[in-house]
């Protein structure tokens, strides 16, 4: 489809009256008409300002309502929003803000220091959400005509919004995001989940990462759903929403289900009353899976990307059992293929490069012809970067990103297939393996292990442990107790970081 509907003035024309958003903190309620209305405003607020299409806004903040009455009003606009990671520190945002080329910032009262120093250093304006001040985004939107900003079509393939790589290598690239991607990735998580518009989720997932906001609060936004939103991750108010009984659908990454499920009050939750609990950023543990069965919860394992917008991959409900560790089929709206190390096309059950097509593809990296050039096939297929596995019934497997993968001794090692085989152990709750340097067989493998409550693992004996479950070019010469892992927002573990902590000499055991 070449043009699409304003979103917020669509919904507000469908459900005026039905809440589509409810702030934790404070308990405001946002109609579908208050969202548009307030989108409206803050739109002829923003070209008040003497912004025009194509150009860029950040906007640094926890999560909350009015981030997403910013990003309608950026697509009634043509202006591109540019959400910042919080978790950096301003010498990590000052770089990206100006690789952005953004006109000004907008920040909530979290992060006004910082947003300030970067305004200053960079000579931007900026505007506080909720402020009444002279900076404030509340007095700009305040006196700003409700009147529509558009005519009502929203061409499919423009810029709407840009999404920064998490950056784990070399300096993060800015992803397109579009309003074709977002309606694909509705109609691929709602038609694998069956999500529907009397369904309601939390919101807690950063909103600088595609699955605070698309998973699943947009695509219920455009089913005319509730999305309670929670300023950032709460355990305990995530379960206490969960065991009230006020979410139907819920998506989280693996490191939050782990979290619930050593939760003091994870007993007083019936699963029994939610839709779907959908799962991504990195594979889901057996244990983890098969604890949440117990429970009566069958987390659906998926796979997309920031580039994928991001849903392409989601389990089926009816196969978790049987296929634990698959990401299940491609959705819908998406095609995949695997490309063997020959660059011949996998035809069946096979294992390669998993390479993906479709509406929800990005169409690039903003500003960046070679980046978008090197990630896409000539004949336009996204390259994943993914070693995947299809089976015999056509599930998907994610066997490891192909830079993790690691030679010792000639011999090809995917760092997560010894992952999946540590957390077997029964100490061991998580575990992280990576490739580095040796004299002797080239690279070897390094295990970094967090321990299951109440244990405490014997490294000194894991190396044979090891041996009678994996051959011994798979077996980590080292394996180092973590208290904690350093994550990307997603859930994955940093591990250019954990490389770095291997100079504290981890005990070696091989």
């Not at 990576?434 to 390094?446: L, M, Q």
Request: net charge negative; hydrophobic share 40%.
């Amino acid at each position: 489809m070449e043009w699409l509907t304003d979103m917020a003035a669509k919904r507000a024309e469908l459900s005026p009256q039905k809440i589509a958003f409810v702030d934790h903190d404070t308990g405001t309620e946002f109609t579908f008409s208050d969202v548009n209305d307030r989108a409206n405003r803050t739109a002829n607020a923003l070209l008040s300002l003497g912004l025009q299409r194509g150009d860029r806004i950040a906007v640094l903040c926890l999560n909350r309502a009015d981030f997403f009455v910013l990003l309608f009003a950026a697509q009634k606009t043509g202006v591109i929003l540019v959400p910042l990671n919080w978790r950096q520190p301003p010498a990590e945002l000052e770089p990206i803000l100006a690789l952005s080329r953004a006109k000004l910032i907008i920040h909530d009262k979290e992060f006004r220091e910082t947003a300030q120093n970067l305004a200053n250093t960079l000579k931007l304006p900026h505007y506080a959400f909720g402020s009444k001040e002279a900076d404030g985004l509340e007095t700009l939107i305040t006196a700003a005509p409700s009147d529509p900003v558009g005519d009502g079509r929203i061409a499919a393939s423009a810029p709407w919004y840009l999404l920064f790589t998490s950056g784990t290598t070399g300096m993060p690239k800015a992803v397109i995001q579009t309003a074709g991607m977002a309606w694909a990735n509705m109609i691929n998580y709602s038609q694998a989940t069956g999500l529907s518009g009397a369904d309601r989720c939390v919101n807690y997932l950063p909103l600088f990462h595609t699955a605070g906001i698309n998973l699943p609060t947009l695509p219920l936004f455009l089913m005319g759903g509730l999305s309670y939103i929670l300023a950032k991750f709460d355990a305990d108010a995530v379960v206490d929403y969960l065991a009230k009984g006020e979410i139907t659908s819920f998506f989280a990454v693996p490191a939050i289900y782990q979290a619930l499920a050593l939760h003091p009050r994870i007993n007083d939750v019936d699963f029994a009353k939610l839709n779907s609990f959908g799962c991504g950023g990195a594979p889901v543990p057996a244990h983890l899976l098969t604890d949440f069965m117990e429970r009566g919860a069958t987390i659906c394992n998926g796979m997309g990307m920031t580039e994928t917008g991001p849903t392409v991959f989601l389990m089926d409900p009816e196969s978790a059992a049987d296929k634990i560790g698959s990401v299940g089929k491609a959705q819908i709206l998406s095609e995949v293929r695997l490309e063997d190390v020959n660059g011949n096309i996998v035809q069946g059950a096979g294992e390669g490069e998993l390479q993906l097509r479709g509406p929800g593809i990005t169409p690039g990296y903003m500003d960046n012809p070679e980046a978008t050039e090197a990630a896409f096939t000539r004949d336009g297929w996204l390259k994943s970067g993914d070693v995947a596995r299809r089976d015999e019934d056509g599930y998907y497997y994610i066997v490891d990103r192909i830079k993790d993968m690691y030679i010792s001794g000639g011999e090809n090692v995917y760092p997560a297939e010894v992952e999946k085989v540590l957390t077997t152990h029964p100490a061991i709750l998580e575990a992280v393996v990576i490739g580095v340097e040796d004299e002797k067989w080239g690279e070897v493998g390094a295990a970094f292990l967090v321990e299951r409550p109440g244990t405490t693992i014997d490294t000194a004996s894991l190396s044979a442990w090891c041996r009678e479950r994996l051959a011994p070019y798979k077996i980590p010469k080292s394996f180092q107790v973590a208290n904690d892992l350093p994550r990307t927002a997603a859930g994955k573990v940093r591990k250019n970081i954990l490389k770095e902590t291997l100079s504290k000499e981890p005990e070696t055991v091989r």
